[in-house]
């Protein structure tokens, strides 16, 4: 017996792994289960995520950045989440991550109107990307109604069927809320404050993303900035706040304003786009740039809106290419060329 050793929510523990298992050349072992994940995944290579200082780190206790994309929402495009394109994102595209958006609302045609075909679906992404080595992020897609509070009640019972169901994965990241508006710091953070102990009673260290004032722009849309949550942060471990850009729409004040607070909170960037806050319009690629090197330099994590064939500028595909591809080079919008080769590219 071959005795192997990994950290693991927080204890050293000793696996005893026969070296007579069939583990296919290439793949190793889920810290988290019996399915293997490959060998050069991400998830493979950087084990369970922590937060160390303001810095997102792997289980070594090293600075990582994951880089990937958002879906759109799930319940218009949950057909460009399949086999092929999640075999794209984890190979041709070299992501790292990907972000599942499940919108909440009923207006929205979200999780209120099903709650349990969303949270077959959400189970099924997860699973999807443990077998390909990705990191997850379920992301609680509150919008419009802005008021995260609206949801606590429903939100504390997902979130504690999720955490329970996948709490020895690895790979599997939290979002509470998408991008709350309308409503102080104060209301999201009491939000927050209830959610939270939900997941880690049955998750202890898991890697949490709060949503921040503004349509998570740290309050700047709202004339607000970082200070608020510097003077005010959630009372909680491993976890990371988020911030959300439109590079043709949101300029120097936004990307100072992520300078300035990365140095003093752990920030995680779960939604951008190379165009305007809509979604649509042209790109800024200059802007956008300038976003990415700030981020590669201070190891932000992020993903990129959106992985679907949206009629939208901000969608990857072209139309119809979901759900039967092909999801490479030969269907990308601008927008999708661009972010595919920084992905790709490993830039």
């Known amino acids: 017996m071959e005795k192997r050793w990994w950290k693991r929510k927080g204890v050293w523990v000793a696996a005893a792994v026969a070296a007579t298992l069939a583990v296919p050349a290439g793949f190793v072992n889920a810290q988290d289960s019996a399915s293997p994940v490959p060998a050069e995944s991400s998830v493979a290579r950087n084990g369970q995520l922590e937060v160390c200082g303001t810095q997102l780190c792997n289980e070594s206790r090293e600075p990582v950045q994951l880089r990937g994309m958002s879906t759109h929402g799930l319940q218009w495009y949950e057909q460009c989440v399949n086999d092929a394109s999640m075999d794209a994102l984890a190979g041709d595209w070299n992501a790292d991550v990907i972000r599942a958006s499940m919108y909440i609302a009923k207006e929205e045609d979200g999780y209120e109107t099903d ?137 120097d004040e936004y990307l100072d304003t992520l300078d300035r607070a990365s140095d003093k909170l752990p920030m995680f960037v779960t939604e951008f786009g190379t165009q305007e806050a809509t979604g649509d319009g042209g790109n800024d690629f200059d802007m956008s740039q300038r976003y990415l090197d700030l981020m590669a330099q201070k190891k932000i994590s992020w993903t990129n809106w959106n992985f679907s064939d949206d009629q939208r500028s901000g969608a990857v595909f072209e139309q119809g290419t979901c759900p039967d591809g092909p999801f490479d080079a030969s269907n990308l919008k601008p927008a999708g060329e661009w972010i595919h080769g920084q992905l790709a590219g490993g830039q």
């Open 115 to 251: 709650p349990e075909r969303f949270t077959a679906l959400m189970n099924k992404i997860i699973d999807e990307a443990t077998e390909r080595g990705l990191y997850v992020i379920v992301d609680w897609h509150m919008l419009d109604p802005g008021d995260p509070n609206r949801y606590t009640d429903i939100a504390k019972d997902f979130f504690a069927k999720m955490a329970e169901k996948h709490a020895d994965k690895t790979n599997v990241i939290y979002e509470l809320a998408n991008e709350p508006n309308g409503v102080s710091w104060s209301d999201i953070k009491g939000y927050h404050e209830q959610v939270l102990p939900v997941i880690r009673e049955k998750d202890p260290d898991s890697l949490v993303l709060l949503g921040t004032r503004a349509w998570s722009s740290l309050g700047v849309s709202e004339g607000a900035d970082e200070s608020e949550i510097v003077d005010d942060p959630v009372d909680g471990e491993n976890i990371m706040y988020t911030f959300h850009f439109y590079a043709a729409s949101h300029g």
